[in-house]
């Protein structure tokens, strides 16, 4: 069964970046969707930004547009997350997660996402 693991999260002041990566067991990421999610302490989990299979689309959370980039790496089989310009609402809890479908990605409904990863905590605060 296809398991996701993500890793790169931290501690890290306001301004600051952090590459988050997400990567599986053995199986291939070249034609799925991946997402990333987060969740906050009392707060609801919400999309931050989700790349397509083969068409490779993006789309973004307004509230990271122009500071998050998300990558896909075929060779290494990983899915990054570049975060620019932190701030403290960014902390959460940050899950990567697959659809299994080839086709273009959107942030909701989650349950679109078959396959979850236990996530990466990150902390933005002075």
């Known amino acids: 069964q296809l398991q996701l693991v993500e890793s790169g999260g931290g501690l890290v002041e306001p301004g600051g970046s952090l590459v988050l990566s997400c990567t599986t067991n053995?199986?291939?990421?070249?034609?799925?969707?991946v997402g990333w999610f987060r969740q906050a302490p009392g707060k609801e989990r919400e999309g931050v930004v989700c790349i397509g299979g083969s068409s490779g689309g993006t789309n973004y959370a307004d509230s990271v547009k122009g500071r998050f980039t998300i990558s896909r790496d075929n060779a290494q089989n990983t899915v990054s997350l570049q975060m620019d310009s932190l701030k403290p609402e960014d902390t959460a809890v940050y899950h990567c997660?697959?659809?299994?479908?080839?086709?273009?990605?959107?942030?909701?409904?989650?349950?679109?996402?078959?396959?979850w990863g236990p996530g990466t905590q990150v902390n933005v605060s002075s």
């Open positions: 997660a697959v659809d299994i479908r080839d086709l273009d990605c959107v942030l909701a409904p989650q349950t679109r996402y078959s396959y």
């Open positions: 053995g199986y291939t990421l070249d034609h799925y969707g």
